[in-house]
């Protein structure tokens, strides 16, 4: 599974690809110096497979790599934070 960062001025997501095929996302809303991540979602005949826990890990990834924090209003995303207290590094007030 490939995962792809799409980012404009505004708006972007983290898409994970499998073979080709849209299999998920998580979208997000660019503000000053943070991102606020408002929705995930699996596509139909890809859930139960991780998609949604690889989308997550892979936005972890990317807000370290740019230093950049997160406020998470998606509640699978807030979730995952909750569930990862090693990830409130980069919460943008530091835990949920």
Known sequence: MEIVKEESESKGRMVAYEGGTEAGEMTFSVANDFIIVD?????????????????????????????????????????MFKKHPDTHDVLRFGSL
């Open 39 to 79: 929705h995930t979602e699996v596509a139909e005949g890809y859930k139960g497979q991780g998609v949604g826990k690889k989308l997550f890990w892979a936005l972890v990834d990317m807000l370290r790599k740019e230093d950049r924090k997160v406020m998470p209003l998606c509640p699978y995303a807030s979730a």
